[in-house]
């Protein structure tokens, strides 16, 4: 495969997630400031600018919801924010027309053609909703109409990178506001895990078990283990049996993380949640850096804000 055309599929798949769990991470923020009239919202906007890799303005400017919901949420222009990922998701379709199916490229299209229209809604949570089942779409079509070739490798990749990373940020935006953050019920229903938290633990739930579940649950497709994964079964399916011996830098960051949190008592993972949420971000960018680097070298470089190069 062309490296120009696996790149425009490694990040479909990553900016298609991307929408959807900035959607998810600030629906949860923007409930909080609404629930809450005492809570500090210069001071919680600043940390989720900090957690997103977007620079805050500076100090003597107060920070509001409307502003990170305009660098954040309808940015066209910024491939970290909703609008901007979805805009770029589709013009990656479009590079990589002739590979992808028919039906993909018209629901990413047909997204790119909705957004004007769904863009600063009254109610910014009918904005989030929209992208979500958007994303689910994709999703959909992805897993229903396109063969476990090197196609989808590249597209799932990207996505389970992505989804390790963004719900990273999620527990760490968690970690930071503490006692005045969402509580673990609300990450919980932001991610689609509360039902399958309930079932699996019933009447033993608790936020250790919550935390866990988002952490290194190895059934639950937005944990971080199971997209790490995911990502690692990908990796190795592109890597072939050429050398069996070898294993490429991309798969040996993830497995690093991954082990780290799996293996690990959880009371010491979260006692220095912040700092494990770090790491696992410092390893997406590092894997992502070196597929660029193995399967698309010519290609130039794609980047989350601040994202190490």
């Excluded at 798949?13 to 629930?35: F, K, M, N, P, S």
């Excluded at 309808?74 to 027309?97: M, W």
């Excluded at 909703?129 to 994709?138: G, L, M």
Aim: hydrophobic residues 45%.
């Amino acid at each position: 495969m062309l490296s120009r055309i696996a790149e425009s599929l490694f990040w479909i798949g990553r900016y298609v997630e991307r929408a959807d769990d900035t959607a998810r991470l600030l629906d949860v923020h923007v409930q909080i400031l609404l629930e809450d009239p005492w809570a500090e919202e210069d001071l919680a906007c600043r940390s989720l600018l900090s957690v997103m890799d977007r620079e805050p303005p500076p100090a003597h400017v107060e920070v509001g919801r409307e502003y990170v919901l305009d660098m954040l949420a309808y940015d066209r222009f910024a491939p970290s924010s909703i609008a901007g990922s979805l805009v770029s998701a589709r013009e990656n379709a479009r590079r990589a027309r002739e590979i992808i199916s028919t039906e993909l490229w018209e629901c990413l299209n047909a997204t790119w053609n909705q957004l004007p229209s769904h863009m600063r809604p009254a109610r910014p949570h009918d904005y989030f909703t929209w992208v979500r089942e958007r994303a689910a779409i994709v999703a959909g079509i992805m897993d229903s109409a396109t063969s476990r070739d090197d196609t989808w490798n590249f597209m799932v990749l990207g996505r389970s990178i992505e989804r390790a990373d963004m719900t990273a940020r999620l527990l760490t935006t968690r970690a930071l506001a503490g006692s005045a953050g969402p509580s673990w019920t609300t990450l919980l229903r932001s991610c689609g895990a509360h039902e399958a938290f309930l079932r699996m633990y019933r009447g033993a739930a608790s936020d250790e078990r919550a935390a866990g579940f988002l952490l290194t649950d190895r059934l639950f497709p937005r944990s971080i283990v199971f997209a790490l994964n995911q990502a690692e079964a990908c990796l190795a399916n592109l890597e072939g049996t050429s050398d069996r011996a070898a294993v490429d830098d991309a798969r040996r960051h993830i497995g690093y993380v991954r082990t780290n949190l799996e293996y690990r008592p959880l009371i010491e993972v979260l006692d220095a949640l912040p700092k494990e949420m770090e790491r696992v971000q410092r390893a997406c960018s590092a894997a992502s850096d070196a597929i660029r680097g193995r399967y698309f070298p010519s290609a130039s470089s794609t980047n989350w804000v601040g994202e190490a190069l």
